[in-house]
């Protein structure tokens, strides 16, 4: 175990209620492709904000594409060793809240108790109505896209469905924030744990912590825009580094 690994089990083994804030980082070790890194979704395709999205039906066969080409890399992605490491933090009695900016179901698949997640920016296992606002499992609607390339409707009110993910140029849920933010102010530690923290407000969450003086630890590839808050900085992939940090007892 690298001294690293070993600080961070030691601020772990003292704390008594963790925040953790988790990013794309987290999932690219279970096939979910991350979105800002070298070979990121980003550097392949450009986003369609919401705005585009309500205003465009061109814009919302090019969204409903982007999301049916992901869709068997999300339905078929397992929990690795991380999401798993934060269950047993969890069982520990350690874990306070988990505050992820991720989409894809996985900590949920993990086993982490649906009061102690916070998904900040949705999940891509439902769509929602954007009038009548009732949700679904999106199976029916990925497979009438990809049979008529057309996007879908709901079968309760006929109007537009989008996935059930915040979409840039779209609020978050302000409730879902502030309880974020309120968990992080209570922690005794913050966990940022593969996210670059650039993606504002969600990236306020572990800042509401650490501007408290609570002990902040960043893991991550690569630079992230907390590093010069943080107690302990680690650059390496976090489904390494956190399995062996979260000793079990």
Known sequence: MSEAVQALAALIERSERVLAFTGAGISTGSGIPDFRGP??????????DYQEFMASAEARREYWEYKLEGHHAFRDARPNAAHLALVELERQGKLACLVTQNIDGLHQAAGTAADQLIELHGTNAEVECIQCRRREP??????EFERTREPPTCVHCGALLKPAVVMFGQALDLALLGRALRAAERADLILALGSSLVVTPAADVPLAGARRGTPYVI?????TAHDRLATLRIDDDVVRVLPAAITRR
């Not at 979704?41 to 986003?47: A, H, I, L, M, S």
């Not at 893991?219 to 630079?223: A, F, K, S």
């Open 39 to 48: 070979t990121g979704v980003w550097q392949k395709r450009t986003p369609v």
């Open 138 to 143: 999106c199976g029916r609607a990925m497979a």
């Open 219 to 223: 893991v991550n590839r690569g630079e």
